[in-house]
């Protein structure tokens, strides 16, 4: 067992204002053993040892500094009603093994898990993480346990997340990660995420999370409970938080494929020879608004509500690409059946929205965070009525102005530029567009990543 022993200068006085002595340089503090005790003399080679000896980095005060950490894959978590229809919202002794797809790697990582929309505390019985081959399957002896303060099950309570201890399994840049959790209870409120875009695998009876392959599973489109994975920061590291509604979150792109514009920016950087500076997350949520929360409940809180969540608390978190507003202006006058999104009185300003961006940018800059903003794309033809009208998009127009005009922003990423039909601006061009006219297509979000100049990203 190591010991670092720390010593004040002979001769100092301690320093009134601290409880913690002035500490002597690095090469006179004492590493000492159970059986032997070496002096690091001043600019004396060490005598000759049999045993291993063990550095620590020392700060200020001689304690080991911290591993810090950044995330490399997210999720904005949200709430969703117990559904008897589907597996994944109606969990009672079940196991559900899900992917995720990282941007940067490393030699281990964390998992977050969260319960912060369930109304009681969640007990998970067991996590595993390993290699995935499939949505049901992982690859021989990829298995590692995760744990949580070295147990290998966690309570965690209601409105509240946790964080893993390190899982040593080495990821490389843009790999998949599957992860699978056992809950031995009934579920009442799952915290997840929707359109996840990854089929998820919901198990038999019991705890299948050393299964190498779950059999007899259902599969679902939903995620519950994995909110982020985070790898040891490297020195410049940078996380580019792509935060926004279901156009950041890739909805209509092809599931399993990793079509997001996003992921596709993952894919763009994992060709590159420095990649490994650059992070990316995808905080995007289908129906999510920046000034109003859900209609229902899976499109999540506010952009004001849950911006410090899900984008100024990511650690490492250095720039947001900020996409937003498009449903704040569209959802007034759309039903569902019998539910009204909005008012169709309500339609938002361009001060409205331009006022929520500047609280947006007020609280980044504060923490020292750029913000990068996006225009909004052209939804004329979206196949939701109600949705999109002329003075609808006289709006979205001035807000693009001021996006791209105002300089307000830390930089423009001028999205409607590359979408619209130059012919009809009010509409994306057919090439890029879903079939629902509202979302890009898979072609459409890779024009979206391939038009974002990288030195946006850059610190300086």
């Known amino acids: ?214 059999q007899g599973g259902t599969e679902d489109s939903r995620s519950v409970f994995v909110s982020a994975v985070l790898v040891p920061a490297q020195p410049s590291q940078r996380l580019v938080v792509a935060f926004g509604d279901s156009i950041t979150e890739g909805y209509r792109s092809t599931i399993d494929a990793n079509r997001s514009y996003p992921a596709d920016l993952v894919s763009r950087l994992a060709k590159m020879p420095d990649n490994s500076k650059l992070a990316v997350v995808n905080e995007g949520i289908g129906g999510n608004r920046l000034l109003g929360d859900w209609v229902i409940p899976w499109m999540g809180s506010s952009a004001l509500a849950r911006f410090d969540r899900d984008a100024l608390a990511l650690p490492g978190v250095t720039h947001i690409v900020l996409l937003q507003g498009a449903n704040d202006l569209g959802f007034p006058g759309v039903k569902m059946g019998q539910l009204l999104f909005a008012d169709p009185a309500h339609i938002p300003t361009a001060d409205d929205l331009i006022g929520a961006y500047r609280q947006l940018i007020a609280r980044a800059h504060a923490r020292g965070i750029k913000v990068i903003g996006a225009t909004m794309l052209p939804l004329e033809g979206f196949d939701v009525p109600g949705f999109w009208s002329d003075a609808k998009d006289a709006v979205r127009q001035e807000v693009n102005k001021w996006i791209r005009h105002s300089g307000e922003f830390d930089g423009v990423i001028d999205f409607d530029a590359v979408l619209r039909d130059p012919d009809h601006p009010s509409k994306v061009l057919d090439r890029f567009a879903s079939k629902d006219h509202g979302h890009p297509n898979d072609a459409g979000y890779q024009a979206m990543a391939d038009a974002i100049n990288l030195a946006l990203f850059d610190t300086n």
């Not at 978590?77 to 559904?83: E, L, N, R, S, V």
């Not at 229809?85 to 790697?105: A, K």
């Open 1 to 214: 067992m190591v010991a670092v022993l720390c010593a004040a200068r002979p001769g100092r006085a301690q320093d009134a204002r601290t409880p913690y002595p002035r500490m002597a340089p690095l090469d006179q503090y004492l590493v000492a053993d159970r059986n032997d005790e070496i002096a690091l003399a001043r600019g004396a080679a060490p005598p000759s040892i049999s045993k291993v000896a063990t550095v620590m980095l020392l700060g200020r005060h001689g304690l080991a500094q911290p591993q810090k950490w950044v995330a490399t894959w997210a999720s904005s978590p949200a709430p969703a009603d117990p559904d008897p229809d589907r597996p994944i919202l109606n969990l009672q002794n079940q196991t559900v093994r899900e992917r995720v797809r990282i941007s940067v790697g490393g030699s281990q990582f964390r998992i977050r898990l969260t319960n912060e929309y369930g109304s009681l505390p969640l007990l998970v019985g067991s996590v595993t993480a390993a290699v995935p081959t499939d949505p049901a399957g992982v690859q021989s002896g990829s298995i590692q346990t995760v744990t949580f303060g070295g147990k290998n099950s966690i309570t965690i309570p209601a409105g509240a997340p946790a964080i893993s201890d390190p899982v040593s399994l080495s990821v490389a840049y843009g790999a998949e990660i599957s992860i699978s959790l056992y809950l031995p209870e009934r579920v009442t409120t799952p915290t997840g995420h929707e359109f996840a875009l990854k089929r998820a695998i919901v198990s038999p009876p019991g705890d299948h999370t050393h299964d190498e392959k779950i």
